[in-house]
């Protein structure tokens, strides 16, 4: 039962391309988190959502945009993609409802930048 | 700023002992500490958590502690099976935000 959905498993892009990182949700979660992990750094939060057309810097934004148009999409643009952004990106969600404050996560992308 | 450290980066242990990570935080008003296990290529899924007004919680085989005074807290897994093999994530849910700051993990190896 996949709740969090990230549209690809794995990309390979080339240097100064855009590229769009896509996780799409069904479980009506107000909240939406875009991380990269990288060995030894842990999961880092690049942006977060905390509802349809709002977004927040999380502690690395620099280099990436997000867009949040629909509640159930969270869209993370690498506007021009660099070898450092060579990464796993993994897509969380939660809802701000009850008092649980556990994450569901995608499965992630890892996304190769040549 | 907000942190969250934890130790150690790697474990190996031998199945059927038991297994510590030690993690610590920095903002005294976080009140939500999860734990997050990665399998290989898996995403990661919540394990237990503990909230700020408890100092201790167990779920089977694992449990959790926490010390507010000291800014601390641990996962502990007893009795550890083959299928405890994974990266663990500790994580800290600060106060002024949603967000939730993890740690740098740590990898899990039993030996068989």
């Known amino acids: 039962d996949v709740k969090v959905t990230q549209s690809s498993r794995y990309l390979v892009k080339r240097t100064g391309e855009k590229v769009f990182l896509e996780c799409v949700q069904d479980?009506?979660?107000?909240?939406m988190f875009w991380y990269r992990q990288d060995p030894g750094l842990g999961l880092r939060l690049i942006y977060f959502?905390?509802?349809?057309?709002?977004?927040e810097k999380g502690d690395i934004p620099e280099g990436y945009s997000v867009s949040r148009e629909k509640k159930e999409r969270f869209s993370l643009i690498l506007e021009s993609a660099s070898t450092n952004q060579t990464s796993m990106y993994l897509c969380?969600?939660?809802?701000?409802?009850?008092?649980?404050?556990?994450?569901?996560f995608g499965s992630g992308t890892r996304l190769t930048v040549v | 700023g907000e942190n969250v450290e934890q130790h150690p980066s790697t474990l190996s242990v031998q199945e059927g002992d038991s297994a510590v990570i030690k993690c610590t935080y920095s903002?005294?008003?976080?009140?939500?500490f999860p734990w997050y296990k990665q399998e290989l290529g898996k995403r990661p899924q919540l394990i237990i958590d503990?909230?700020?007004?408890?100092g201790e919680k167990k779920d089977q085989r694992i449990a959790v502690t926490l010390n507010k005074t000291a800014k601390h807290f641990s996962l502990h897994i007893t009795e550890t099976q083959p299928e405890d093999s994974a990266v663990y994530f500790c994580?800290?849910?600060?106060?002024?935000?949603?967000?939730?700051?993890f740690g740098s993990g740590t990898r899990l190896s039993i030996r068989p």
């Open positions: 479980m009506d979660h107000e909240n």
């Open positions: 994580a800290a849910r600060y106060s002024s935000a949603s967000k939730i700051i």
């Open positions: 503990i909230r700020s007004n408890v």
């Open positions: 959502s905390y509802d349809v057309k709002m977004k």
């Open positions: 969380a969600s939660r809802t701000v409802q009850g008092d649980s404050y556990g994450y569901t």
């Open positions: 903002d005294s008003a976080s009140n939500y």
